[in-house]
């Protein structure tokens, strides 16, 4: 079928000369890596590095988060989470404290200044979202989120990542 549906016995994937042009996780792989260095440039241009920008909007919204699940929400290993943070919290961006049931676990969240910056990256951030979802109509487009959700929900993270994956 060319309309975008499938029947039961057609496979999602059409055939074409190269596999990846159907594979799933080629696909989202080439649209995030396209649509966020697009983004990547005004992040940069604040004076944060990618990394820098995933912590700081994975933390906007939120009162706090451990360093596993930062990790996690960044797409980044603990380890290099943690030096992320260190550099963050001496730019006066994010401070750790402890939390109350659990000493040894430690909660990451944003200051006033980090508020700031997010406040002003995440706006810019939307309007870039706003700008790449346009062509596509409002429906589709929450069709689009609600279905990545869907898929993210169904295959959650079983470990901290490993650089690259």
Known sequence: MTDGTTTENEPLAQS???????????????????????????VEAAGLSVTEWR??????????????????????????????????????????TGV???????????????????????????RHQQAVLEPFGHDNAALLIGMLKDLIALHPPAAPLADGE
């Open 16 to 42: 074409s000369a190269r596999f990846v042009d159907g594979y799933l996780a080629y696909l989202l792989a080439q649209a995030s890596s396209r649509i966020s260095r697009e983004f990547h440039r005004e």
């Open 55 to 96: 912590v700081l909007a994975s933390l906007f919204g939120s009162e706090g988060e451990s360093i596993g699940t930062l990790a996690q929400l960044a797409l980044t290993k603990q380890p290099t989470l943690s030096k992320v943070v260190q550099r963050m919290e001496a730019d006066g961006l994010v401070e750790r």
């Open 100 to 126: 109350r049931h659990d000493r040894r676990q430690t909660l990451v969240r944003l200051t006033r200044k980090g508020r700031g910056l997010g406040d002003s990256l995440c706006a810019r951030a939307l």
